[in-house]
């Protein structure tokens, strides 16, 4: 039996504190012992000690020092710093992400500090970049240099296990390998299954429209990417759908026992309970485990998520066992996600720890999408009008669309990469270094990074950056993807664009989110053509702060907030009314 995260912590850093101590001691005995430095047992304990606190009293001193020592070999620079405490800077990204917009405190320190500074909380060193240079390098041409890192792999691992999320070296590149041949053009174009859990949940959203209630858009969407997902992996829907949709607070109506004890329901509400905890463990850096003492919450969350996919698990495992052909056949056309995984591994476990992090990819970065693009139609008519025009022109008010059919609706896919380019489902990431190293400047010498430094990266800021991308980068306008604004900014410089990542690590679903976003909103602008925000359904918790109203922005003018797990989200849902 394993401990608990806190004493866990604790005995590490005592052992590491009692190791530097003992050694102290011992070197004190044989100076005494060789009637060098002659002390008494307690002087020599006390002076063991006194030691130990001068050294960690001047670790943060040496670590300056050594900085500028190898920068200076490098012909680098070390970047600015903020001049803050640990306590104080924890303090402050608490507070920006529970109760201030997405990344503020990141924004508020690039106004002092510029676009690349230092921060050290506790132990932790960090660099916080918002430059496309700097990305550049971290994911792609400096890729070995940058990992997830072991800490990260341990906030996340009672989650995520050593899935392709959250592994790197040869593990990533097992996983990576055994997922790619799922995400291949022949497989995502196959829209049979969008167009039946997309017709499904219209017709749910519809029932409930006409019974006077707005609908939890972000809700359903979720569902459909559930259901969607789980047929693509595993080859059996788990019928999320069945469940219903839930009803606004304000309806005075409560959801049906069917729906609050739905297996799908239980689940999803486990999933992203866990998300939250490694966030918040994520924000807390090397110290998190004081805050889950004595219990590991993540853990149990993620014993729910195990207890809705070990059944599958085990019908594929069964099914396979019955099956003549051998584990290391050639990937037939029919096979699915989990059969495959099953044919591929004997470990349980692995397999598992998969299927959790693809059916993040799956459903939430999708519904996220989704979400926010219908959130963004409730607000722009003429956007709405234009989009169902495109879908008129080339498919039909009734037809389900082809892949081909999407290839050629430009204005779509323009709208959908600008909802990712202000509302981006990841907003913040980040790599560890493994070694010191150094990133390439804008201007002048490269910056310094050390051994073992956390860069963190904001695309949901670098996306708003005017001198990236124009004047008018705060403004939603999907024609910046058609029109001369795309030659100026984003084609002589493609890292200002990051919604899926890039590199090696580039997201592999990119294609399959895009083709299931645009499915779904064609199918739903055949059956819609008005979009309107249900402001008094929202939950008073979950609107802006009314000082927000007419800043700069899209603070200013945003109706929702947010919240962050693993993906970018509506706090409270999306409510919306719908009219043919």
Not at 131 to 143: D, G, I, R, S
Not at 276 to 295: C, D, H, N, Y
Not at 327 to 347: C, G, I, M, Y
């Amino acid at each position: 039996m394993s401990l608990p995260p806190g004493p866990k912590f604790v005995l590490k850093q005592l052992s590491w504190i009692s190791r530097r101590v003992i050694v102290v001691h011992l070197c004190l005995r044989a100076l005494d012992y060789l009637d060098i430095l002659p002390l008494s047992t307690t002087a020599n304990v006390l002076a063991s000690v006194l030691v130990q606190a001068l050294a960690i009293l001047g670790q943060p001193l040496w670590e300056d020092f050594k900085m500028k020592r190898d920068a200076a070999a490098r012909g680098a620079v070390l970047v600015p710093r903020v001049r803050q405490s640990s306590r104080s800077i924890v303090k402050d990204i608490l507070k920006s992400f529970q109760s201030g917009y997405i990344a503020e405190v990141f924004d508020d320190w690039r106004e002092t500090y510029g676009n690349t500074y230092f921060l050290k909380i506790f132990s932790d060193k960090r660099i916080l970049t918002l430059e496309p240079l700097h990305m550049k390098a971290v994911l792609a041409t400096q890729f070995d240099e940058f990992v997830k890192g072991s800490l990260l792999f341990s906030q996340w691992k009672s989650l995520l296990g050593a899935g392709v999320f959250n592994s790197d070296g040869d593990m990533w590149k097992f996983h990576r390998q055994m997922t790619r041949p799922f995400f291949s053009k022949d497989r995502i174009r196959d829209f049979e299954i969008f167009d039946n859990h997309a017709m499904e949940t219209i017709e749910l959203m519809k029932k409930r429209l006409s019974e006077g209630h707005p609908i939890d858009f972000q809700d359903a969407v979720g569902r459909f990417t559930l259901d969607s997902a789980t047929e693509f992996l595993f080859g059996k829907n788990v019928r999320s759908l069945d469940a219903g949709l839930p009803y606004p607070k304000s309806s005075g109506i409560s959801n049906t026992y069917e729906f609050e004890n739905h297996p799908s329901n239980r689940f999803v509400t486990a999933f992203m309970k866990a998300q939250a905890i490694a966030v918040q463990r994520s924000r807390l850096g090397t110290t998190w485990p004081l805050m889950e003492f004595w219990k590991d919450e993540l853990a149990m969350n993620r014993a729910i998520v195990d207890e809705f996919v070990k059944p599958i698990l085990a019908g594929v495992k069964q099914r396979e066992k019955s099956r003549s052909a051998q584990s290391k056949e050639p990937l037939e056309e029919d096979e699915f996600f989990l059969a495959h995984l099953v044919r591929q591994n004997t470990d349980d476990q692995v397999v598992l720890d998969e299927l959790v992090n693809i059916l993040v990819a799956s459903r939430d970065t999708t519904a996220a999408l989704l979400s926010f693009a219908v959130y963004i139609l409730t607000e722009r008519p003429d956007i709405v009008q234009r989009l169902r025009e495109e879908v008129l022109r080339h498919v039909g008010p009734t037809s389900p669309p082809s892949y081909e059919d999407i290839k050629e609706m430009k204005y779509l896919r323009a709208f959908l990469n600008e909802t990712l380019r202000l509302y981006p489902p990841v907003p913040i990431d980040s790599r560890n270094s493994t070694k010191a190293t150094t990133l390439p400047s804008v201007n002048g010498p490269p910056i310094f990074v050390p051994e073992n430094t956390r860069v963190t990266y904001s695309v949901f800021l670098v996306h708003r950056r005017e001198d990236l991308w124009g004047p008018d980068a705060d403004e939603f306008d999907p024609d910046r993807f058609l029109d001369e604004r795309l030659h100026k900014y984003l084609t002589p410089n493609p890292f200002i664009f990051l919604p899926f990542n890039a590199g090696p690590r580039i997201c592999l679903g990119q294609q399959f989110a895009y083709n299931e976003a645009s499915f779904f909103l064609v199918r739903l602008l055949q059956n819609f053509s008005s979009f309107t925000f249900a402001d008094d359904a929202q939950d008073g918790c979950d609107k802006p702060p009314r000082h927000w109203k007419g800043l700069k922005g899209t603070k200013g003018r945003d109706k929702i907030t947010f919240q962050i797990f693993l993906t970018m989200s509506v706090r409270g849902g999306l409510w919306v009314k719908m009219e043919a």
